[in-house]
Each structure stands twice: as C-alpha cells, then as structure tokens.
C-alpha cells in the first residue's frame, strides 16, 4: 500500500509517499517567510501551504511514480489551525477525488513513530521524547494508537528556550542550530545555570532562560560561546535525567528522540552514552517532514484507521 502524507501544521511544508519498501518520495519546504519577525506568524504559514502544496504533492507523487496513491493521510493535529485546515483539506479532497481513504494523523504520534521508519527493528514498548519549539514531552508507546503521556515542559518548550536565548544573543531565528554550533567552541562549566525540577519527572526551562538573561547583564559575563555551552550542557542534562529515570521506573530500555531539538548534538551525544537503546532520526528527519505522516498514516490505514465523513482541525490534538 502506498500512501501519500501531508504536513502543514507549522511553517514546513511537505508532502512524501512511503510503501511496503520504505520512502518512495520525501520533499519539504521550510518556508522563508517567517525569520524576519523572530518566529512562525500562522496566517502568512496558512498561505505559504496554499501556495507550495499542490507542486509539492505533484513532485511526490512523480518522485514516487505514482499516479494514485492507495490512501492520502494528512496532519489534524496538533498545530496551527488555519495551517492545519490547508493541509487537511487538500489531502481530503485529493483523497476523494482519487476515490482512495482519507486518514487523520496526529502529528505528535508521527514524529514518535518516524523512529521505527529509519529502525524497523525498534519495537514496542518504547519511551519517545519529542523535543521541539511547541513541545517537550515524553511519551509511553505500547502499540498503535495506544501512547500515554510520562511527563512533560510545565512552562516553554526546550526548543522555545533556545530560541529565546538566541535571540537574547542576536543570534537570529531559529536559534537552536546556532546556538549548538557556538557552544561547540565553548566551555559547559563556564556557568553554572541552575538544573529546575518542578516535580516527578516534569521539565521546566523558563527559569533556565531568566538565569541566562541576568548571566549576561553582568559585567563580568561569560563569552556568548560559553554561555551557549553551559546553557546546553544545563538543557541536555535534565532532558536526559528524566528519559533515564522514567526508563528504570517503567522498566522501557529503549528511547526513541524526535523534534527539531533531537538534532542537536550534544543532546544526541548525551543519549547515546546512557546506557539506552536510543533510536535517533537523521538530522534531515527531525524537524517536520511528510514522510512521518504518510509512515504513520499508512500504518493506521493497514489497521483499518480511516477518516469517514469530513476531517476536522484539531489544533490541540493531545496524544493519549
Ligand atoms: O520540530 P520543529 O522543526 O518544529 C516545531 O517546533 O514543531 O522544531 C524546531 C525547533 C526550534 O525551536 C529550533 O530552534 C530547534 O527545534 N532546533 C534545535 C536544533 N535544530 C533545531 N535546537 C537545538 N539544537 C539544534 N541543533
Ligand atoms: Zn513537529
């Protein structure tokens, strides 16, 4: 079965193909028009995904030669939801007019399941961090459609925290691939920031952000680049804490990362060296993409998961 995937429910726009032998078709859009005003404005993605989805979608499908996909699959959630309402209205008429089903996929549990993607022998049960500039959540996935949430950010995401140190540095946005390559020349001991733990296995990375603000109006502060470092090295070091110690309470050995921030190096370092079975995406494949959504798609329509009646939006789509 081969299956068309959509994904606009933030500034990428993509469209992909995946079957029974993997990615047939994999093309992405990261839209421009954003960075001028220091993060995603949804009306101007909204009409970035009018604009770029149809070549897309037709560059998937000759990619993949395909002249019909078997079923069309399309991110409902969570997002933005005028962006959202592009990619799932397309996708639904594309699907009727092909005469093939419609599949809604939430875009969390995509990401999650791009790891078995790239490792078909991940298996379940497995812990999925899902680290990005929305989320940072952990998630227990013990089958198809049956995810529950561990733990998660009580306040900013971990990307959200890079960002915004970023730009406190004029760094430019996003700041997250900046900011990893700067702390590569910096030392993570140079600061101590402070490691919050607001309870359980909860993140919280808003005190982080304010510890960095006041760092850096002292007079005496610390280089940008080892700012960077030790603002990274406090980040990677809770994440991971927490990914170890619901693996030992859960007894779940295996990790799998997604998310913009899963490409970050020192956090993929950090992981690897723990003693987990970590899965980790390729860089490419962290960010959004559409092969997660036609991957997770298909599954969903070979277990007979499929949309009847009109898609519907739902910007805060939790995964439980
Ligand atoms: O998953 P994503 O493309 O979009 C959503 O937020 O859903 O993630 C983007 C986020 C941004 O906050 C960006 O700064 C961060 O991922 N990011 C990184 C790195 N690459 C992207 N953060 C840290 N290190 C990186 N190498
Ligand atoms: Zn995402």
């Known amino acids: 079965m081969n299956v068309l995937g959509i994904e606009t429910s933030c500034d990428e726009t993509a469209a992909a193909v995946v079957g029974s032998r993997g990615i047939l078709a994999d093309v992405t859009v990261t839209q421009a028009g954003h960075a001028a005003f220091g993060g995603v404005v949804p009306e101007i993605a909204a009409r970035g995904h009018v604009e770029l989805l149809p070549s897309l979608v037709r560059q998937a499908l000759a990619e993949a030669g395909l002249e019909r996909p ?79 949430r561990v733990a998660e950010t009580v ?29 590569a020349s910096g030392d993570p001991r140079a600061v101590r920031f402070p490691r919050p733990a607001p309870g359980g296995l909860d993140w919280s990375f808003s005190g982080l952000k304010t510890a960095v603000r006041q760092h850096l109006s002292r007079p005496d502060r610390a280089s940008d680049a080892d700012v960077c470092a030790s603002f990274q090295a406090a980040v990677v070091e809770v994440l991971c804490d927490r990914v170890v110690r619901a693996a030992r309470e859960l007894a779940v050995p295996r990790v799998a990362l997604a998310g913009g921030v899963a490409a970050n190096s020192e956090l993929r ?52």
Request: aromatic letters at 6%.
């Open 155 to 183: 306040d900013d995401a971990a990307g959200e925290a890079y960002d915004k140190v970023a730009r406190m540095l004029g760094l430019g946005w996003p700041g997250g691939p900046a900011v990893d390559r700067m702390a």
């Open 70 to 148: 078997d079923a069309v699959a399309a991110t409902t959630g969570p997002g933005l939801a005028g962006a959202l309402l592009v990619g799932l209205s397309f996708g639904q008429a594309l699907a009727l007019g092909f005469g093939v089903p419609f599949v809604s996929v939430n875009h969390l549990e995509a990401h999650l399941l791009s790891a078995q993607l790239e490792n078909p022998e991940l298996e379940w049960p497995f812990l999925g961090l899902v680290v990005s500039g929305g989320h940072t959540a952990l998630y227990l996935s013990a089958g198809l459609g049956s995810t529950r």
């Open 269 to 320: 370092r950090v992981m690897s060296s723990s003693g987990l079975q970590v899965f980790l995406p390729a860089r490419s494949r962290c960010t959004d993409n559409g092969a997660m959504v036609a991957y997770a798609g298909r599954l969903h329509a070979l277990a007979g998961h499929v949309t009847e009646g009109p898609a519907v939006a739902r910007p805060d789509w939790e995964l439980e």
